[in-house]
């Protein structure tokens, strides 16, 4: 194995050592949401997130109004030398449930994830995972054009897919086709539509949790789940 490659899997190995997954459920405590320490960033609805000091690193936690759990959504995680930088944001709020996107990076790869989770239970979703080694191809995994998270935790989600064995690189193919699904919690997965690439228009997506609506081919479309 080549020095670059040990020190890029010490320096993962030391950020997974560091820094809990997103979702992870902090330590109990008896205080109810909107009484807990730390500078709220955010607040809608029932949902308070905030940020708050750790033993190692500063946190970030989100929490529904006048329940006692805390969920955290990820660790701001400064880089020094190989050691990972991460960041993340909330990027949409529907009922308890927040869609978390969490990036990190040094000078080997570059990790981005987008997450669904229900800050009752800390229980969540992947909506999509890249990992990209730095200057080095990788398989081309769809990639989302659109979403919409419901109230109830699912999420209809709209995909580029590309030829299968496609990677990235200086000649990285474009999108072949799309594929629209419902996704959500306990591995939950309904396809709604398949069609050619750019066929679907990723503005006219809706989902109300019951009824998702779209737009294909010039022609509107809907589908219950």
Not at 101 to 129: I, M
Request: proline content about 6%; overall charge positive; charged content about 15%.
């Amino acid at each position: 194995m080549s020095a670059r490659r040990i020190a890029r899997a010490l320096a993962v190995l030391a950020l997974a050592a560091a820094a809990p997954a997103a979702g992870a459920q902090a330590p109990h405590h008896q205080l109810a949401c909107q009484h807990r320490r730390g500078r709220t960033i955010l607040r809608r609805g029932e949902v308070r997130v905030y940020k708050a000091a750790g033993p190692v690193y500063t946190a970030v936690y989100g929490c529904v109004i006048g329940s006692a759990r805390t969920v955290q959504l990820w660790e701001v995680v400064p880089g020094a030398g190989p050691a990972p930088q991460t960041t993340g944001s909330v990027k949409r709020v529907a009922g308890p449930f927040v869609a978390v996107e969490t990036s990190t990076s040094n000078q080997y790869e570059h990790t981005q994830t987008l997450q669904v989770l229900d800050l009752r239970s800390g229980a969540g979703y992947t909506l999509s995972a890249t990992v990209e080694p730095i200057d080095e191809p990788v398989a081309l995994a769809p990639r989302l054009e659109a979403y919409v998270l419901a109230a109830d935790g699912r999420t209809a989600a709209l995909y580029a897919t590309f030829p299968t064995g496609a990677s990235t690189g200086s000649a990285a193919p474009s999108p072949t086709g799309q594929i629209l699904e419902v996704r959500g919690l306990h591995a939950f997965r309904h396809v709604l539509a398949t069609a050619g690439s750019g066929a679907i228009v990723p503005a006219s997506l809706a989902f109300n949790g019951e009824t998702a609506s779209w737009t294909q081919g010039g022609e509107a479309r809907s589908a219950g789940v």
